[in-house]
């Protein structure tokens, strides 16, 4: 089992930028494939972005793509969340996640362990 502890509440502007962290303790963050989810009110989890154990290859969510970049440091145990032209359609609590072995998935059930969710609210 791997612990994960997000940063607290953002408010930002839109159209600014804004990046999230991720911190790990316990196991060996390098064992875990590493995934960005968000949550807006009243609605379903929705995929944002999954990175391999190394970093080689990620996924994005189409709403993300192009605006978002996920990225990790293994020796800092941390993973990050680089957010570009933010609209206030991002508005969400954003929870980072955690899966055993290097397989990414944007299936937020295959995913073990969760942090307790950052929310950010993107104001027009």
């Known amino acids: 089992q791997v612990r994960l502890a997000e940063s607290g509440v953002v408010l930002v502007q839109a159209w600014g930028s804004l990046r999230l962290s991720c911190v790990a303790s316990?196991?060996?963050?390098?064992?875990?494939?590493m995934a960005w989810f968000r949550q807006a009110p009243g609605k379903e989890r929705e995929f944002v972005a999954t990175?391999?154990?190394?970093?080689?290859?990620?996924y994005y969510g189409d709403s993300v793509k192009d605006r978002f970049f996920i990225s990790r440091d293994n020796a800092e145990n941390t993973l990050y969340l680089q957010m570009s032209s933010l609209k206030p359609e991002d508005t969400a609590v954003y929870y980072c996640?955690?899966?055993?072995?290097?397989?990414?998935?944007?299936?937020?059930?295959?995913?073990?362990?969760w942090g307790q969710g950052t929310k950010v609210t993107v104001s027009s």
């Open positions: 316990g196991r060996s963050f390098s064992c875990y494939a």
């Open positions: 990175i391999s154990r190394a970093g080689a290859t990620t």
């Open positions: 996640a955690a899966k055993g072995g290097d397989y990414t998935s944007q299936l937020p059930s295959e995913y073990a362990d």
